[in-house]
């Protein structure tokens, strides 16, 4: 059947041959020619848009010809259009909506007949969108949720590039699926995941070199980003006022050992080895290992102390051993002064009797003694070794 049925234009309406057959009311009876014209654009008309069931859909193969162009709506599929091009029905417009569970994605499609036909899933949240693609279903929903594991949980190959994921058990990050030297992968592309380090690391791991960038703000450390292969720290202080409740500065290498400071105010300075600030509400300091020690600033001097046997975990005190009035410059030991470990001066001894009475006095001797005695001497002035 020609594509283009061209009218008699030559040829008047009425049949001129037929004026006794005429109707007085029209005016006499059509000519022949626009009478065959009509008839075969009505056939060709007929058909040409139709509707019905998938399985319905007029057949290329079959006894009735199907006007090329003519349009098929498919009730059953979403309201699908195909149009009948050059012998092949071809999918042109329309979604169809349907569940993932079961899948009632049409399992019949080919190529090119169907390449672009639309699935909506209406059981996800959010609604998914899928794309034939000839050969597979492909996801082009523009942004998904839902777990970290959910998202590696799914196949990269049948989701298009663009895609963004936001894990909403970290933080509410955001991934994309990007073109990674040729190949498909998930990258991260901005968020920052909130959590600890130091009560319990919560920072995540199996991160590569498509996390990098990846952020997580501790609650009680420095912040820190993946870069690709390792977490490195932003940065190192916490300016929290006067009253910080976490170390402003900690460093650590691992779950013993490490170092904190803080300032409390001016004049309120404290460092911490192999411990930290206990913010767990008790206060005070928190052994990380059995020995501790601390340099403190406070009242215009410097104090060193520590402590032995402590209970990893556990809050611990702190003994001074040594302090330095900052003013005068005058050192206070606490315990015995050892030099290649061995003491040479300990605590105040009592003070030295002066010798007295005999019966042969030596007045030189005695001087010597009483000059020594006025050296090691507190109350004389002395170095204060007696008293």
């Known amino acids: 059947m020609p594509r283009i049925q061209i009218p008699p234009i030559r040829t008047g309406l009425e049949d001129p041959d037929a004026a006794n057959g005429g109707n007085a009311a029209t005016g006499g009876r059509t000519a022949k020619e626009w009478y065959y014209f009509w008839q075969r654009s ?53 979604v169809m909506w349907g569940t993932l569970s079961p899948d009632q994605r049409p399992a019949d499609l080919t190529a090119p007949n169907d390449i672009g036909f639309e699935f909506w899933a209406t059981d996800q949240t959010p609604v998914r969108k899928y794309v034939w693609s000839g050969s597979a279903w492909i996801e082009q929903t523009p942004a998904l949720y839902g777990t970290h594991a959910a998202r590696l949980a799914l196949t990269l190959a049948n989701i298009a590039p663009g895609v963004l994921y936001v894990e909403i058990d970290r933080g509410n990050v955001v991934y994309q699926t990007q073109m990674v030297s040729g190949a498909l992968a998930w990258v991260y592309v901005t968020g920052a995941m909130v959590g600890t380090i130091i009560a319990a690391d919560q920072r995540p791991t199996g991160l590569g070199t498509n996390d990098k960038g990846f952020l997580f703000i501790a609650s009680d450390a420095t912040a820190v980003r993946w870069d690709g292969t390792a977490w490195k720290a932003i940065g190192s202080l916490f300016d929290i006022g006067p009253s910080p409740v976490v170390s402003q500065i900690r460093i650590k290498a691992n779950a013993l050992g490490g170092f904190s400071a803080l300032s409390y105010a001016p004049d309120n300075v404290q460092l911490g080895f192999d411990s930290e600030l206990d913010i767990s509400g008790v206060g005070g300091w928190k052994a990380l290992h059995s020995t501790c020690g601390w340099i403190v600033k406070t009242n215009g001097k410097m104090s060193f102390s520590g402590v032995g046997g402590a209970t990893i975990g556990a809050n611990t005190g702190q003994t001074t051993s040594a302090e330095i009035d900052l003013a005068t410059n005058l050192w206070n030991f606490i315990g015995a002064i050892k030099v290649a470990g061995l003491q040479v001066v300990g605590t105040r001894k009592a003070a030295i009797t002066p010798p007295s009475g005999g019966t042969t006095i030596d007045t030189q001797a005695r001087t010597a003694i009483q000059a020594i005695i006025n050296v090691l001497s507190a109350a004389a002035g002395g170095h204060g070794l007696t008293a």
């Open 42 to 94: 009505g056939e060709k008309l007929d058909g040409l848009v139709t509707y019905g069931k998938h399985a319905d859909r007029p057949d290329p193969e079959g006894v009735a010809p199907i006007p090329d162009g003519a349009l098929y709506l498919e009730q059953d599929r979403g309201s699908t259009f195909y149009q009948f091009q050059d012998g092949n029905w071809m999918y042109i417009a329309g």
